[in-house]
């Protein structure tokens, strides 16, 4: 079992909450842009979530989890001193942490928290740290403080305005280009309409741009396929070969596709039952 | 006199109604008709079917026990070579490995072996587990990697010798695919996790949620203070075709499809949160057990009609007899001689269709098989929603490939010396499907102990 040991809730419309875990083995091995599985009970689905930060001394894990449905809305109310019943992990690839030169980290939505570890160990490797962060309004941006403080620059876009640039986090990247900014490499998590924004914007000035995807998966040990990927001309795995990929090669399309394979389903697990931030499980 | 009495069927649900359950199918034989049926063996002075068992159990000695009435005894002649019986007496090959080579086959019916044995081990459990002895300690540690029937029946074996077994098992329950991939109405999960309660007791520490190659590896697990380690990791890598079409939505590997249905129990959503979908028409790619297990759980999900679309000919097909029958008498559909060439989607990108290619059977090769070749322009369409793939599974390389100086072959399996399963790397041993490629249970559950016997040798050597 696996005691939840921090809750913090981050926004609440969507509701968006971070778990502090201790799970010691997993702490002891994970990397920037690795994930975990878990499992709250024994009728739960296993949820894929991407480590947001990692404690190696005191043994636990930081997820941040947004509520979209019926399992992530029961796990953002869980209560510290809770228990998850399977916590596995760490899973995937790590990301290629090396000195690159000058990193652009963007992350939209929820995507802030996954790219938070990946663009703190891109400072750590000597880069010069660029990150580009939104949401649609400014009070569901997430970890902006965390953000400031490992960045060279931040660049703040949200929909409405309501905070930084009016629009997208690829107005953010153009707008870090047009200050004659030479961009070495690019890691965008976030949606998947956002990754291929940023993909479609690069591939033609052929910045390095690598994404994180995040398809329907059950096992995350490259037993089953279900988190298949077209790259490329290759079929991938997405738990085991990713999650991150060239995102200029990346088919979004068919993988906006196979997210929504089960969406009468999900309609029909979601519960009336009110998450703690008073929204409904939706 | 007993050549007279035929062999004794065995009672199963009624094909229309367990159609659409997940009760098993096979309700076993009552201890009357286990006796009648004991008393078919003729007791052979040099019995065949023996050979016939990849563990060599005592066949007739245990059927005579039933004879005897003795079920427990029976029961303890088995455990002596086999740790699974409750699973092998039920998913074994029977007709192709022991019952195949019963005397009594050759002019009639051989003896009910599996089921004998399905029956004996039936009652061993319904009296509750009994725990083997276990040797004093030896004050070795021995890791397992994988908790499939190889790993498992490693893990019994060195336990019993005094060795401190831990075994690191990926998902979150132990079992390998007994768990994940044989379904419910083949083999109940309550009858799997009575098979593993007495490693517990016997001082096995099963740890779930490891996933080796990960979060240790087995240089970590040598260098943290285990003498030896084991790798029985299975084959479980799905195998595609390669076709165009096969990442639309609808289309699943069969690991997939029976994954949600078995281990997440999707057959009970929403009960249970992970949903399987299933469309009215469904076709399964390949007719081995898998595929068959695949099809039988379409149409217990409520498919209208399920296929099996298979390349050869009938006589080819390798699923077990009892999996053909059970799955025909259901109404599972057969399209023989036929192969995919790609499936069509709709503007959703979910499956619509498929266009198959018919064969013929050729002339005989070298094997004196007719292989199977293309009929030019006899393409046609099949309307489907649903697709699974059961064409076969790899090796998984997650522990072979973060394992240096491990020895594999060319298609990554590890290879091994056969007498002891030691691999390339010393105080490293491997059997079942990581070793040979999917086969079986029993040869899997073999391997384990044939590892173990390996492994006592070697940590006696060692000192
Ligand atoms: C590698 C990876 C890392 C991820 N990291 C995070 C993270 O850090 N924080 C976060 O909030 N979310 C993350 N996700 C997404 C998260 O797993 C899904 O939002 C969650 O599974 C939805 O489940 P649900 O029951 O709440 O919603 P549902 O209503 O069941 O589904 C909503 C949508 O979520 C997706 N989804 C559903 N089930 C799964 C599944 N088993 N696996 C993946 N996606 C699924 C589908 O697109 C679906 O339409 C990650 C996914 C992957 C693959
Ligand atoms: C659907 C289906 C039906 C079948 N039907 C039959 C049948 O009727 N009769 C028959 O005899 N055989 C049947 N088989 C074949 C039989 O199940 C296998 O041959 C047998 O299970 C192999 O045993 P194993 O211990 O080698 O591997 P597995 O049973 O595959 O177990 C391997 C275990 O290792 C774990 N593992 C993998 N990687 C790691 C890692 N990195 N770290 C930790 N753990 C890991 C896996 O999660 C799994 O639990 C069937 C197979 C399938 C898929
Ligand atoms: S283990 Fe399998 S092959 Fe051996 S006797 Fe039993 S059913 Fe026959
Ligand atoms: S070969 Fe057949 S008849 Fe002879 S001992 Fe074995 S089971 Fe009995
Ligand atoms: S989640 Fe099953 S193979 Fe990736
Ligand atoms: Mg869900």
């Not at chain 1, 993988?255 to 009468?264: E, G, N």
């Not at chain 2, 039988?296 to 007899?321: D, F, K, N, Q, W």
Request: glycine share 10%; charged share 25%.
């Amino acid at each position: 079992m696996y005691r939840v040991v921090k809750r913090r809730q981050l926004a609440s419309a969507p509701c968006i909450v971070l778990l502090e875990v201790e799970a010691p083995a997993v702490a002891a091995k994970v990397e920037p842009g690795q994930f975990v599985i878990v499992r709250m009970d024994e009728q739960s689905e296993r949820i894929p979530l991407t480590v947001m930060d990692f404690d190696r001394e005191k043994g636990t894990i930081t997820i941040v989890i947004q509520d979209v449905g019926y399992s992530s809305a029961m796990i953002n109310s869980m209560e510290e001193g809770s228990y998850f019943l399977d916590f596995v992990g760490p899973l995937g690839v790590p990301s290629e942490i090396e000195n690159h030169g000058t990193v652009v980290c963007i992350g939209g939505g929820l995507g802030v928290a996954p790219v938070y570890p990946i663009a703190r160990a891109l400072k750590e490797a000597g880069n010069k740290l660029i990150s580009v962060i939104g949401a649609r309004s400014a009070d569901i941006l997430i970890l902006e403080e965390e953000m400031a403080a490992i960045s060279d620059e931040l660049v703040i876009a949200t929909d409405d305005g309501s905070k930084g640039i009016k629009g997208f986090v690829t107005n953010g990247l153009e707008q870090i280009l047009a200050q004659g900014t030479k961009i070495d490499a690019i890691w965008a998590i976030g949606p998947v309409v956002m990754m291929r924004s940023v993909a479609n914007f690069t591939r033609p000035l052929g910045i390095k741009t690598i994404v994180s995807m995040n398809p329907i998966m059950v096992d995350g040990t490259g037993m089953c396929g279900a988190c298949r990927l077209t790259v490329g001309d290759e079929t991938k795995f997405a738990c085991v070969d990713g999650p991150e990929f060239d995102g200029h090669l990346v088919d979004f399309d068919l993988a906006m596709k196979r997210l929504s394979f089960y969406k009468d389903e999900e309609e029909r697990a979601k519960i009336s039952k009110d998450c703690d931030c008073g929204k409904g499980a939706q | 006199m007993a050549l007279k009495v035929p062999r004794h069927e065995m009672p199963c649900q009624d094909p229309k109604e367990r159609a659409h359950n997940f009760n098993e199918v096979a309700l076993g034989y009552a201890s009357e008709t286990a006796i009648e049926e004991a008393q078919r063996c003729l007791q052979c002075k040099n019995p065949k079917c023996v050979q016939g068992c990849p563990v060599n159990i005592s066949i007739p000695e245990f059927i005579q026990k039933i004879t005897e009435e003795d079920f427990e005894g029976a029961a303890a002649i088995i455990k002596q070579s086999s740790s699974l019986p409750a699973v092998c007496g039920r998913v074994c090959p029977q007709e192709s490995q022991c019952e195949a080579k019963c005397i009594l086959g050759i002019k009639g019916e051989s003896v009910a072996i599996g089921r004998l044995e399905r029956f004996v081990a039936d009652y061993e459990i319904s009296k509750g587990c009994k725990i083997p002895e276990v040797a004093p300690p030896s004050g070795k540690k021995v890791a397992i990697i994988g908790a499939g029937p190889a790993g498992l029946a490693c893990a019994g074996d060195l336990a019993k010798a005094g060795h401190k077994v831990t075994i690191f098992e990926a998902l979150h329950v132990a079992g390998g695919v007994l768990m994940y991939g044989i379904p419910e109405f083949r083999l109940p999960k309550d009858i799997v996790q009575n098979e593993i309660c007495n490693l517990e007791p016997m001082g096995v520490e099963i740890l779930v949620n490891q996933v080796v190659g990960k979060v240790t590896s087995v240089h970590e697990l040598l260098q943290n203070g285990y003498d030896a380690v084991f790798i029985g990791t299975g084959a479980g890598l799905p195998n595609f075709l390669g076709i165009p079409g096969e990442n639309l939505n609808g289309v699943y590997s069969a690991n997939e499809f029976l994954t949600r249905t078995n281990l997440m129990k999707g057959y009970r959503f929403p009960e249970y949160k992970t949903p399987v979908k299933v469309g009215k028409k469904v076709v399964v790619f390949g007719a081995g057990n898998v595929a068959m297990d695949a099809a039988r759980t379409a149409l217990r999900l409520g498919a209208e009609e399920v296929s099996i679309v298979y390349r050869r000919s009938r006589a080819e097909m390798p699923a077990r007899h009892e999996e053909l029958e059970h799955a025909e008498e259901e109404g599972v559909k057969f399209q023989l001689l036929t192969n995919p060439v790609s499936i069509q989607g709709d503007e959703k990108g979910a499956v619509k269709s498929l266009t198959c290619l018919r064969y013929e059977l050729g002339e005989p090769d070298a094997s004196g098989r007719r292989s199977p070749v293309p009929i030019p322009g006899s393409e046609f369409d099949i309307e489907v929603d649903t697709v699974v793939v059961a064409i076969g599974q790899g090796p998984n390389p997650l522990v072979t490939q973060s394992t240096e100086g491990l020895e594999l072959n060319k298609w990554g399996n590890i290879v091994v010396n056969e007498e002891t399963l030691e691999t390339s790397i010393p105080g490293v041993f491997a059997g079942g499907d990581i070793v040979t490629g999917a086969a079986t249970v029993i040869l899997a559950m073999g391997a384990g102990k044939k590892a173990a016997a390996g492994i006592n040798a070697y940590l006696k050597n060692k000192g």
